[in-house]
């Protein structure tokens, strides 16, 4: 039977003195566990508690998952550690009520069960999950700059051990049923049509509820803790600064301190107000944001063609392909294309590991010497080479072979798409797709409009990046569009401190203390110089960028990066480059110089209204090339170290080093500096 019609989000039944308990959370396409979740939540359990059931059944009425976590968008009106640890404490609270019930309680877990919601199902008595590639559970706090603050920190090393559970915590990533039920996560995984039946018969049976084995709890001895924590500190050390990213250190030092629920809601406190974890939120609310923005229309793509089997067309064509969707590569190099495959069987292996779903995907991805696939595509995606003669040539072959309503999209870093328009017939139906390299693990795309791109490729354009599972951000058509223009000067000044002296390795490691991941000299060796050499000499002209003589004569040389074996730095077998020790840093203000230079790019790419405010920067920036996620962006940045002190530190820097850092005119317009994605609290 029916009961509580006041609930808001929650629907509750009884059958056979079993309660099961809906979560449906109004308005949304997933669970989150806000404030008023909550309250609902332990409203019912109040009005349960005291019942002789046999036990409640919690599951989540959405079609992709249990529930993701805590309400994101209100960690944004937090505004002190006080409050924030209250919301801790309030669900820390509703949780110990749950798992003091005095019959079993047993969480049905489908899809995404993270964050909050899986320290919910970790206070129930028994876990029972769907057994497919889409049930996902973990605790990524950390990737907010957090760490779980709903007895998760408490709760997860009993069940699973400590250093498993130290693990989930301190990488943020997330298990399958499979992997959730060989760590003792769940009780059970078992097929969609059997979760109900499964859940009735452990609230019958009542098994023993599952424990880690003691060994599992060894590190926990009061003796081993601090040198657990020690050798755990060493590989965090080498990825994560805690100056940066304090998250995880704090998790090990609740674990060090075997702290119980009230540390740990003190210190989520803490943590939520602090400058990291307010960039990392707003950075991840705005990709929610272009996630939404481009789910509003459909984009009709079941047959995807790629034509260009190099490094780009064909990671295009592989994750396509991994996401579902049938994709033709086409390329009149077989050896290419031979390549190709070879690349996505492995790629295929690591990721899917079951042999049919292998196979399936390997199925869903055909080469394509003579284009055969183009009269079946619903989108192109040309991924040659970066020559706009060769690109607009392809691209009027191909407009007159695909289907009228065939979408059109050029994959290219640089080239306004007026220029390659001017070959079609139709150019309203000609986008520009720019992925990143790495495409498996970059996931931005700039969704390129030129002044003839109709809106209706541009909304196919931006619902099928969200389809592959990436973020679709709205750029003019412009040279270099956003990232590769604000990036372009950063790299160039890097070239430029070389000529000048400086050592490759102080500029890289300037770099990697304030925050980027890579630095810039490595960073163009990795891409390719002979890539960053073309790109800046398309973007010298129209950007006023002088091109270092140091990288021409490196690429002039055959010194290409990377993939040649030595460019800036000379590369191991293993690809890994051979560094120099620095003995004595020069006096050159080298990360002043690189990132004004950056900022500089950023407003300048706002005032000409490449993008459309401030919070699209910040996505292109962090999404695109990584820049300092605790910073939250380039703007974001900007607004700490003030405007003001911005433009007269470039004026400083343009007396003593040149025009290029003339301030840009944008840092004294503060309604363009001002205007935002997301509304400001």
Same mark, same amino acid.
């Given at each position: 039977?029916?009961?509580?019609?006041?609930?808001?989000?929650?629907?509750?039944?009884?059958?056979?003195?079993?309660?099961?308990?809906?979560?449906?959370?109004? /308005?949304?396409?997933?669970?989150?566990?806000?404030?008023?979740?909550?309250?609902?939540?332990?409203?019912?359990?109040?009005?349960?508690?005291?019942?002789?059931?046999?036990?409640?059944?919690?599951?989540?009425?959405?079609?992709?998952?249990?529930?993701?976590?805590?309400?994101?968008?209100?960690?944004?009106?937090?505004?002190?550690?006080?409050?924030?640890?209250?919301?801790?404490?309030?669900?820390?609270?509703?949780?110990?009520?749950?798992?003091?019930?005095?019959?079993?309680?047993?969480?049905?877990?489908?899809?995404?069960?993270?964050?909050?919601?899986?320290?919910?199902?970790?206070?129930?008595?028994?876990?029972?999950?769907?057994?497919?590639?889409?049930?996902?559970?973990? =605790?990524?706090?950390?990737?907010?700059?957090?760490?779980?603050?709903?007895?998760?920190?408490?709760?997860?090393?009993?069940?699973?051990?400590?250093?498993?559970?130290?693990?989930?915590?301190?990488?943020?990533?997330?298990?399958?049923?499979?992997? !959730?039920?060989?760590?003792?996560?769940?009780?059970?995984?078992?097929? @969609?049509?059997?979760?109900?039946?499964?859940?009735?018969?452990?609230?019958?049976?009542?098994?023993?509820?599952?424990?880690?084995?003691?060994?599992? %709890?060894?590190?926990?001895?009061?003796?081993?803790?601090?040198?657990?924590?020690?050798?755990?500190?060493?590989?965090?050390?080498?990825?994560?600064?805690?100056?940066?990213?304090?998250?995880?250190?704090?998790? =090990?030092?609740?674990?060090?301190?075997?702290?119980?629920? @009230?540390?740990?809601?003190?210190?989520?406190?803490?943590?939520?107000?602090?400058?990291?974890?307010?960039?990392?939120?707003?950075?991840?609310?705005?990709?929610?944001?272009?996630?939404?923005?481009?789910?509003?229309?459909?984009?009709?793509?079941?047959?995807?063609?790629?034509?260009?089997?190099?490094?780009?067309?064909?990671?295009?064509?592989?994750?396509?392909?991994?996401? #579902?969707?049938?994709?033709?590569?086409?390329?009149?190099?077989?050896? $290419?294309?031979?390549?190709?495959?070879?690349?996505?069987?492995?790629?295929?292996?690591?990721?899917?590991?079951?042999?049919? !779903?292998?196979?399936? !995907?390997?199925?869903?991805?055909?080469?394509?010497?003579?284009?055969?696939?183009?009269?079946?595509?619903?989108?192109?995606?040309?991924?040659?080479?970066?020559?706009?003669?060769?690109?607009?040539?392809?691209?009027?072959?191909?407009?007159?072979?695909?289907?009228?309503?065939?979408?059109?999209?050029?994959?290219?870093?640089?080239?306004?798409?007026?220029?390659?328009?001017? $070959?079609?017939?139709?150019?309203?139906?000609?986008?520009?797709?720019?992925?990143?390299?790495?495409?498996?693990?970059?996931?931005?795309?700039?969704?390129?409009?030129?002044?003839?791109?109709?809106?209706?490729?541009?909304?196919?354009?931006?619902?099928?990046?969200?389809?592959?599972?990436?973020?679709?951000?709205?750029?003019?058509?412009?040279?270099?569009?956003?990232?590769?223009?604000?990036?372009?000067?950063?790299?160039?000044?890097?070239?430029?401190?070389?000529?000048?002296?400086? !050592?490759?390795?102080?500029?890289?490691?300037?770099?990697?203390?304030?925050?980027?991941?890579?630095?810039?000299?490595?960073?163009?060796?990795?891409?390719?110089?002979?890539?960053?050499?073309?790109? $800046?000499?398309?973007?010298?002209?129209?950007?006023?960028?002088?091109?270092?003589?140091?990288?021409?004569?490196?690429?002039?040389? /055959?010194?290409?990066?990377?993939?040649?074996?030595? /460019?800036?730095?000379?590369?191991?077998?293993?690809?890994?480059?051979?560094?120099?020790?620095?003995?004595? %840093?020069?006096?050159?203000?080298?990360?002043?110089?690189?990132?004004?230079?950056?900022?500089? #790019?950023?407003?300048?790419?706002?005032?000409?209204?490449?993008?459309?405010?401030?919070?699209?920067?910040?996505?292109?920036?962090?999404?695109?090339?990584?820049?300092?996620?605790?910073?939250?962006?380039?703007?974001?940045? $900007?607004?700490?170290?003030?405007?003001?002190?911005?433009?007269?530190?470039?004026?400083?820097?343009?007396?003593?080093?040149?025009?290029?850092?003339?301030?840009?005119?944008?840092?004294?317009?503060?309604?363009?500096?001002?205007?935002?994605?997301?509304?400001?609290?």
């Amino acid at each position: 039977m029916s009961m509580n019609p006041e609930l808001a989000n929650w629907r509750m039944e009884e059958i056979d003195d079993t309660v099961v308990l809906t979560l449906d959370v109004a /308005g949304q396409s997933s669970n989150t566990l806000s404030s008023a979740v909550l309250e609902e939540f332990d409203r019912v359990l109040g009005q349960i508690e005291g019942r002789p059931l046999k036990g409640i059944v919690i599951r989540s009425a959405k079609t992709r998952s249990f529930i993701v976590g805590a309400d994101v968008t209100q960690f944004r009106t937090i505004s002190d550690a006080m409050q924030a640890t209250g919301l801790a404490r309030t669900a820390q609270g509703v949780f110990s009520r749950l798992a003091r019930l005095p019959f079993p309680s047993i969480a049905l877990i489908h899809g995404n069960c993270l964050g909050g919601g899986l320290e919910l199902a970790l206070a129930c008595t028994y876990r029972i999950a769907r057994e497919d590639e889409g049930t996902r559970l973990g =605790l990524p706090e950390v990737r907010l700059g957090i760490h779980p603050g709903f007895a998760g920190t408490v709760r997860l090393p009993r069940l699973v051990g400590d250093l498993a559970a130290l693990d989930l915590m301190l990488t943020g990533r997330s298990v399958s049923a499979r992997q !959730a039920l060989a760590l003792g996560l769940v009780d059970e995984i078992v097929p @969609d049509r059997h979760l109900l039946d499964a859940a009735y018969a452990f609230a019958a049976r009542h098994p023993r509820p599952k424990r880690a084995p003691w060994w599992k %709890h060894v590190p926990s001895w009061s003796v081993l803790r601090k040198p657990v924590v020690r050798l755990l500190q060493r590989p965090l050390r080498k990825k994560v600064d805690p100056e940066h990213y304090p998250a995880p250190y704090r998790i =090990l030092d609740l674990w060090r301190r075997a702290a119980a629920q @009230d540390a740990e809601a003190l210190s989520l406190g803490e943590m939520m107000v602090s400058r990291t974890s307010r960039s990392l939120v707003d950075i991840f609310l705005i990709g929610e944001e272009l996630k939404r923005r481009g789910r509003r229309q459909p984009h009709g793509v079941t047959h995807v063609h790629v034509i260009g089997a190099g490094t780009m067309g064909a990671d295009i064509a592989i994750w396509a392909a991994f996401k #579902g969707f049938r994709v033709s590569l086409q390329d009149q190099n077989q050896e $290419a294309l031979a390549r190709a495959i070879g690349k996505a069987h492995g790629f295929y292996r690591k990721k899917l590991r079951k042999r049919a !779903a292998i196979q399936d !995907a390997m199925d869903r991805l055909m080469p394509d010497t003579n284009g055969n696939g183009l009269r079946r595509a619903d989108l192109v995606i040309e991924a040659i080479i970066e020559n706009a003669d060769a690109k607009r040539d392809l691209l009027k072959s191909v407009e007159g072979i695909v289907r009228p309503d065939t979408l059109l999209a050029t994959n290219t870093s640089s080239i306004p798409l007026e220029i390659l328009g001017e $070959a079609l017939k139709d150019p309203s139906r000609l986008v520009g797709l720019h992925f990143f390299n790495p495409v498996a693990q970059m996931q931005l795309v700039e969704i390129v409009r030129g002044r003839q791109t109709g809106e209706e490729a541009l909304d196919r354009a931006r619902a099928f990046t969200v389809a592959i599972d990436r973020l679709p951000l709205d750029v003019q058509s412009s040279p270099g569009f956003l990232v590769n223009r604000v990036l372009m000067p950063y790299l160039i000044e890097a070239m430029v401190m070389v000529e000048e002296g400086v !050592a490759i390795e102080q500029i890289d490691l300037a770099a990697t203390r304030f925050g980027m991941p890579m630095g810039p000299v490595l960073l163009a060796d990795t891409v390719g110089l002979d890539i960053c050499l073309s790109v $800046a000499e398309m973007l010298a002209v129209p950007l006023g960028i002088q091109v270092p003589e140091r990288l021409r004569e490196t690429v002039a040389r /055959g010194n290409l990066g990377k993939k040649s074996g030595r /460019g800036f730095y000379v590369f191991d077998k293993s690809g890994r480059p051979k560094r120099k020790a620095v003995r004595r %840093h020069s006096d050159v203000p080298v990360t002043e110089r690189m990132i004004l230079r950056m900022l500089n #790019g950023a407003v300048a790419c706002l005032r000409e209204g490449v993008v459309s405010d401030r919070d699209a920067v910040d996505a292109g920036m962090v999404y695109g090339t990584g820049f300092a996620p605790y910073l939250g962006g380039p703007m974001r940045y $900007a607004e700490a170290l003030g405007e003001v002190g911005i433009a007269s530190s470039l004026k400083r820097l343009a007396h003593e080093y040149g025009s290029r850092f003339d301030p840009d005119e944008g840092w004294s317009r503060p309604e363009l500096l001002s205007h935002r994605m997301l509304p400001q609290d």
